[in-house]
C-alpha cells in the first residue's frame, strides 16, 4: 500500500492486560512517530524513531509503554497491564526525512484502544 | 503545557459562508502544518509553511504564516459541507524530530 497501515484498528482490552499496536511506515520514510489522541484533543507525542534508533521517548508516559522499531521499518507500541487512562487513539506517523527544516508527517488511520 | 493554542475550538456555519481559524503559540517554530483529520482516521497533512510572513493558497483554503513565525491562521472561502472535519495545527523545530499539535477546531458546515 501506499499509506501508513495501522493494525489492529480496534482494540478492547480488560485492565491489566498487555496490547501490542502494529504500524507500517510508508516504504523508505526514515522517521517513525508514535502519537497518542484523547478525545476531543490533539495527537500528543509519545516517542521517534530514525530508522532503528529511538531517538526521542520523553512523551511515553510511564515504563509500561514501550516501543520498537528492530529493522528500521514496522514498529510495535506495547502497553503492559493497560489502565483506563490508556483507553485513547494511537497514531502512528511517518516521514521521509529528519532533523530538518520541515516536518512533513503522513499519518496512518490509527487503533482505537478501550480498556474495560 | 498547551505550546500551541487553536482558535475557535468549535465552529458551526452556513455553507457559502467565509471563515477563519487561527493557532497562535509564545514559541517561534521552524516549520508549522495544518492537517485536517475526520472521524476514525488520521490527521491529512494540508500544507506546511516555512517563512515568515509566508501565504500559501489551497484551492479555496489560504494559509499564513506570522511575521514572527509563532502564529498561523487558516481562511476558508465559500466553505462546503465536505471541509467539515477537524483542523490542526502543528509546529516543528529544525534538529527536533517531533511536533507539537494544537487541540484542533471543530469545523461543522451546514448544507
Known amino acids: 500500500g501506499a499509506g501508513v497501515s495501522q493494525s489492529p484498528r480496534y482494540k478492547v482490552a480488560k485492565r491489566g492486560q498487555d496490547v501490542a499496536l502494529r504500524c507500517d511506515p510508508i516504504?523508505?520514510?526514515?522517521?517513525l512517530f508514535w502519537y497518542q489522541q484523547a478525545l476531543g484533543q490533539g495527537p500528543e507525542f509519545l516517542t521517534y524513531?530514525?530508522?532503528?534508533?529511538?531517538?526521542?521517548k520523553s512523551g511515553l508516559p510511564s515504563d509500561r509503554f514501550f516501543a520498537e522499531r528492530p529493522e528500521g521499518s514496522v514498529s510495535t507500541l506495547k502497553i503492559q497491564r493497560t489502565q483506563q487512562e490508556d483507553s485513547a487513539v494511537y497514531l502512528c506517523?511517518?516521514?521521509?526525512?529528519?532533523?530538518?527544516?520541515?516536518?512533513?508527517?503522513?499519518f496512518g488511520p490509527g487503533t482505537r484502544l478501550t480498556v474495560t | 503545557t498547551q505550546l500551541l493554542e487553536q482558535s475557535p475550538q468549535f465552529l458551526s456555519i452556513q455553507e457559502g459562508e467565509n471563515l477563519t481559524v487561527y493557532c497562535n503559540s509564545s514559541?517561534?517554530?521552524?516549520?508549522l502544518q495544518w492537517y485536517r483529520q475526520e472521524p476514525g482516521e488520521g490527521p491529512v497533512l494540508l500544507v506546511t509553511?516555512?517563512?515568515?510572513?509566508e501565504v500559501k493558497k489551497l484551492k479555496r483554503l489560504t494559509f499564513q504564516f506570522g511575521d514572527a513565525r509563532k502564529d498561523s491562521s487558516l481562511h476558508i472561502t465559500a466553505a462546503q459541507p465536505g471541509d467539515t472535519g477537524l483542523y490542526l495545527c502543528a509546529g516543528s523545530r529544525a534538529n527536533a524530530g517531533k511536533s507539537t499539535f494544537g487541540d484542533g477546531t471543530t469545523l461543522t458546515v451546514k448544507p
Open positions: 514559541s517561534v517554530f521552524s516549520s
Open positions: 516504504s523508505g520514510h526514515v522517521s
Open positions: 509553511v516555512v517563512t515568515g510572513g
Open positions: 506517523a511517518s516521514s521521509l526525512v529528519s532533523g530538518t527544516l520541515v516536518h512533513e508527517q503522513y
Open positions: 524513531f530514525q530508522n532503528e534508533a529511538q531517538l526521542d
